[in-house]
């Protein structure tokens, strides 16, 4: 019997059992700034934000959510209308092209209150109220779910306060599809 690929196997009774070894091929985890490929993001809701402890006379916000990939380009989802929980259910592309690879290896998330006139500060009526920094998947064609845990500066310090849910998944893509980014 030929051992070359078959590894040698004690039974209970005794005998001795000759079992193919299986190889396993190693998984690749792709480089995006080697390759074309992009990310495809999903913003589906928040909850936790603006505690109603913090807030009880407020019955409703408008909020949005800013993320990006590089310092190149930001993305925003629509003006939603909720309190406490925020739902966006929008879906986005970014490309990852050429890219650093050290810059291009997390998304950065904001999520921000706009148009509110009760906030001291910027004249803009634009608060962040959550941000996040989540790796991207290294795998591609494998959509990760994710609840992502928000922090926010509060009075000079970093206080966790609410969640994001996302979703994230690497593709590849050819010439043509680029042409529609």
Same mark, same amino acid.
Do not use: C
């Given at each position: 019997?030929?051992?070359?690929?078959?590894?040698?196997?004690?039974?209970?009774?005794?005998?001795?059992?000759?079992?193919?070894?299986?190889?396993?091929?190693?998984?690749?985890?792709?480089?995006?700034?080697?390759?074309?490929?992009?990310?495809?993001?999903?913003?589906?809701?928040?909850?936790?934000?603006?505690?109603?402890?913090?807030?009880?006379?407020?019955?409703?916000?408008?909020?949005?959510?800013?993320?990006?990939?590089?310092?190149?380009?930001?993305?925003?989802?629509?003006?939603?209308?909720?309190?406490?929980?925020?739902?966006?259910?929008?879906?986005?592309?970014? !490309?990852?092209?050429?890219?650093?690879?050290?810059?291009?290896?997390?998304?950065?998330?904001?999520?921000?209150?706009?148009?509110?006139?009760?906030?001291?500060?910027?004249?803009?009526?634009?608060?962040?109220?959550?941000?996040?920094?989540?790796?991207?998947?290294?795998?591609?064609?494998?959509?990760?779910?994710? !609840?992502?845990?928000?922090?926010?500066?509060?009075?000079?310090?970093?206080?966790?306060?609410?969640?994001?849910?996302?979703?994230?998944?690497?593709?590849?893509?050819?010439?043509?599809?680029?042409?529609?980014?």
């Amino acid at each position: 019997m030929d051992m070359k690929n078959k590894e040698e196997v004690k039974l209970e009774n005794g005998l001795i059992r000759a079992v193919p070894i299986k190889k396993f091929k190693k998984l690749e985890v792709p480089n995006p700034a080697a390759r074309n490929h992009a990310l495809q993001v999903a913003i589906y809701n928040a909850e936790g934000i603006d505690p109603l402890s913090s807030y009880p006379e407020v019955q409703w916000r408008n909020y949005r959510t800013v993320f990006w990939v590089n310092s190149l380009g930001h993305y925003v989802t629509g003006e939603v209308v909720g309190y406490p929980n925020i739902e966006w259910n929008e879906e986005f592309g970014i !490309r990852l092209i050429d890219l650093d690879t050290s810059e291009s290896n997390i998304l950065n998330l904001e999520v921000v209150r706009v148009r509110s006139s009760v906030d001291p500060g910027p004249s803009s009526g634009v608060v962040v109220v959550g941000r996040a920094r989540v790796p991207l998947p290294e795998v591609p064609r494998i959509k990760q779910v994710e !609840r992502v845990g928000l922090v926010r500066f509060v009075e000079g310090k970093i206080v966790s306060e609410g969640h994001i849910v996302i979703a994230m998944k690497l593709v590849e893509v050819n010439e043509q599809w680029l042409q529609v980014f």
